[in-house]
């Protein structure tokens, strides 16, 4: 990623990246598409500029964005000269990419290189991203959002290098190159031969060709497009069946998501609770518009994305993608950003509201802000050190967000800097104030449990009523005793629990619960997988208060 100093930078230190096209086309034309014929979306249309008005455009069906071939690509970077390029192949290609954003004045782009290609030492791909940022008079945004993903520690989180772009010798503005979501090697690294895979959550309809990856689960208003594996990669790419076993996953986990006893009904051994909590803090303290479903009033999901690196593995929130409309963006003043910083920090959403619901989840929520909140602070400098990274090239080159109401000037550029520390300094107070996230007890749905030697291997899962039936099963004097708040039985997720096997069917556990230790006997199915004997695990567990 770009590393931005804190002095004013000079031009040569944003790289220029030129693209030349066969007999100079443009790649700004888009083609009508038939789509799916079930549009749960819509796009948005129209031009919004500085001083101007807005246009948009509702109900939209899809289009193709077709590629162009590029005849000759170079990158300059004077502060870096290892990374300068230059390529003059005629395998590669460029085309208009987005949705709402291919419609506007200053477009984003996609790059389709003929064979795998570093970019500024990152690992080497064919497809690469230009972000316009159309929407975001900062160019800050997204990669604020990166950076905090980063931070945070969220796997496969796209990096974020700011260029100045040319195309045919015309200068388009500062574009943020990045990568692709997509399943490779540097990128979204997930074993599609092992079960992984990677869907994007999305309103918008797809265009024909991927309508047999596109699938609506049903619950939770969802509408799942599935970008790994590729149909293409099997015998027969006309059968979608050869992809149910991704759909089988995540019904799976929305079928526990709904079902009664959640959320100890085995949920948690298909989500990985961690991944999402990162994710949904960073999504909702940057009040994305489309994460937060603004645009469908509460409906359909844009540009989420899940994965599942291999079929053992839980399911994961991520990669992060497309908040230039974050920071207050409102739907009755769109795309205006900075309109209220007092929006929810929970979800609005169904399906992560329903992760609102699991006591586990909430703690998790809490202890990533409380471990983190001094990143979320450390953006204010990050910012300042976009904007003294971005300003001599706003002022040299003048045509920046080249919109219906001209070129952003650099006093425009400051103001809206300025704009988004403020906004970010009170979102940073009202987060942290927030009752619903103040008052979350990190330690009232969580409590340690101390297995004595002679314990059996839990199962994986026992809901309440199973758990009732096995009791009965026993004499009468191995009977738990079942004593609030151990009541009733308690789900242990068996990933984060490794126990000893014992021929016994029963366990003595000792439950630390603030500074008093309780003893109580528990019954388990025996497993003899693991011959673990003589050592104490200590494990977390759930129990319904």
């Not at 604020?144 to 945070?152: P, Q, S």
């Not at 015998?235 to 089988?248: A, C, E, G, H, R």
């Not at 942290?432 to 007890?441: A, H, V, Y």
């Not at 199973?466 to 004593?483: N, W």
């Amino acid at each position: 990623m770009i590393i931005i100093g804190s002095r004013a930078a000079a031009l040569a230190d944003i790289p220029e990246m030129r693209i030349t096209t066969k007999n100079n086309a443009s790649p700004q034309s888009y083609q009508p598409d038939p789509g799916c014929g079930n549009n749960r979306g819509g796009g948005w249309g129209g031009g919004w500029g500085w001083g101007g008005g807005m246009g948009m455009g509702m109900g939209m069906g899809p289009y193709k964005l077709p590629y162009v071939a590029v005849t000759g690509f170079e990158i300059k970077d004077a502060s870096n000269p290892q990374y300068n390029l230059t390529r003059n192949l005629k395998n590669d290609f460029i085309k208009v990419r987005g949705n709402s954003t291919s419609q506007t004045a200053k477009k984003p782009y996609r790059i389709q290189f003929g064979e795998k290609t570093s970019l500024f030492g990152r690992e080497a791909a064919k497809s690469w991203v230009l972000l316009a940022n159309f929407y975001d008079g900062t160019f800050a945004l997204n990669a604020i959002a990166f950076e905090l993903g980063r931070r945070l520690g969220l796997e496969f989180t796209p990096t974020y290098q700011f260029v100045n772009l040319y195309i045919n010798n015309k200068y388009m503005g500062i574009y943020q190159l990045t990568e692709q979501i997509q399943s490779n090697k540097g990128r979204v690294a997930i074993n599609e031969k092992d079960g992984g895979w990677l869907v994007e959550f999305d309103y918008h309809e797809p265009t024909s060709d991927n309508c047999l990856k596109r699938f609506v689960p049903g619950r939770y208003d969802l509408t799942a497009n599935i970008k790994a594996p590729d149909l293409d990669d099997f015998k027969n790419p006309k059968d979608s069946t050869q992809l149910n076993f991704v759909k089988n996953d995540i019904m799976a986990l929305i079928n526990k998501m709904a079902a009664g006893g959640f959320p100890e009904n085995g949920y948690h051994d298909l989500i990985d609770l961690e991944s999402f909590a990162k994710y949904m803090l960073i999504q909702l303290f940057m009040d994305n518009f489309d994460f937060n479903s603004k645009a469908q009033s509460g409906a359909l999901l844009g540009s989420n994305f899940m994965y599942k690196i291999d079929k053992t593995s839980k399911i994961k929130a991520g990669p992060l993608w497309d908040l230039d409309l974050s920071a207050g963006v409102t739907m009755s003043n769109f795309p205006k950003h900075y309109q209220t910083y007092k929006e929810p920090i929970t979800p609005t959403h169904a399906f992560y509201k329903r992760l609102w619901q699991d006591p586990a989840f909430k703690a998790e929520y809490k202890k990533t802000w409380d471990k983190y909140k001094s990143d979320f602070q450390d953006m204010i400098e990050f910012i300042d050190n976009i904007s003294a990274a971005l300003s001599d090239s706003i002022q040299a080159k003048g045509a920046n967000i080249t919109m219906d109401a001209g070129a952003l000037t650099l006093r425009q550029f400051t103001n809206e800097i300025s704009k988004l520390k403020t906004w970010w300094t009170n979102r940073l107070k009202w987060v942290d104030q927030n009752s619903k996230l103040k008052d979350i007890d990190t330690t009232r749905n969580i409590i340690k449990v101390q297995i004595t030697p002679a314990a059996p291997l839990l199962r994986e899962a026992v809901n309440a009523s199973e758990f009732s039936a096995r009791r009965r099963e026993l004499p009468s004097r191995d009977r738990i005793r079942q004593t609030r708040p151990l009541t009733p039985f308690h789900y242990l997720d068996p990933v984060r629990l490794t126990a000893e096997y014992c021929a016994q069917n029963r366990a003595l556990l000792t439950v630390s619960k603030g500074s008093a230790p309780v003893q109580r006997w528990f019954w388990y199915k025996n497993y003899p997988n693991i011959h673990t004997r003589h050592q104490s695990y200590r494990f977390s567990f759930l129990f319904q208060s």
